[in-house]
């Protein structure tokens, strides 16, 4: 993490996690111990920077997706990624990926910069991607309609395109998820084209998802705390 990075972290929550002097011992610092300072992270700046767009954002960013992939009213890509843990000590084996180490999933929406806009780690490494998605927050916001609800665009002579965002086979078809299709020769010129414009749009999580563990080493080689 950059010096300045880290310094603007422990002023603004120092204050929130910091501890008392007592006879015996002096106070550790607030860059000095990772969990306390990891769940006030979470707890006073997740909802500042890890929020879903507002309406005016969201037309922002429907653009850019436009633009990047020529295809209306996208709201964002989402996919799964593993992050290594240290075995837990009950249900291990329900940790384990299919790539045969442990982890967890973490599941993230993002825009067409690879910005992230929601995030869900909290399932065993062993769940699937369709399940991942129906036990977050992310899909009861769906549900309930605050996400992925307007604008609905009339296109194509009165077809109503409601929003909807790009995902991999791992999920299910839904009407507010468009599956990428793999290339195959039997396809079209149109067909094929079309394909490549949603992997255009699809990619962006991945690039998200290797910036961030490039950036995070944690995320690949793992923690050794106890994540139960």
């Known amino acids: 993490m950059p010096k300045r990075l880290l310094e603007q972290l422990v002023q603004v929550l120092g204050p929130k996690v910091a501890k008392s002097n007592t006879k015996f011992r002096k106070a550790v610092r607030a860059d000095e111990f990772m969990p ?11 909802l500042a920077y890890l929020k879903w767009p507002s309406a005016t954002e969201m037309e922002k960013l429907t653009r850019k997706f436009e633009r990047k992939t020529e295809l209306p009213n996208i709201q964002g890509a989402i996919d799964c990624t593993f992050v290594k843990v240290r075995v837990p000590q009950r249900e291990a084996d329900c940790y384990f990926n299919r790539k045969w180490y442990v982890s967890l999933v973490l599941q993230a929406v993002t825009d067409s910069d690879g910005v ?3 995030i869900s780690c909290s399932l065993p490494g062993s769940v699937i991607e ?4 129906r036990r977050s927050r992310f899909y009861e916001k769906v549900q309930s309609g605050a ?3 307007e604008p609905v665009l009339t296109i194509n002579d009165g077809f109503r395109l409601s929003p909807y965002i790009l995902g991999d086979a791992g999920y299910v078809l ?3 998820i ?3 299709i793999a290339l195959n020769l039997s396809y079209t010129a149109a067909e094929r084209l079309f394909i490549e414009r949603q992997i255009r ?12 563990k490039a950036r995070w080493r944690i995320l690949v080689v793992g923690t050794s705390s106890d994540i139960s």
């Open 36 to 46: 306390e300072v990891i769940d006030a992270i979470i707890r006073y700046l997740g």
């Open 116 to 118: 992230f806009l929601d």
């Open 130 to 133: 369709k399940r991942v998605l």
């Open 147 to 149: 996400n992925l609800s």
């Open 174 to 176: 839904h009407s507010w």
């Open 178 to 180: 468009m599956m990428l």
């Open 201 to 212: 749009g699809g990619i962006c999580v991945e690039c998200a998802f290797r910036i961030l």
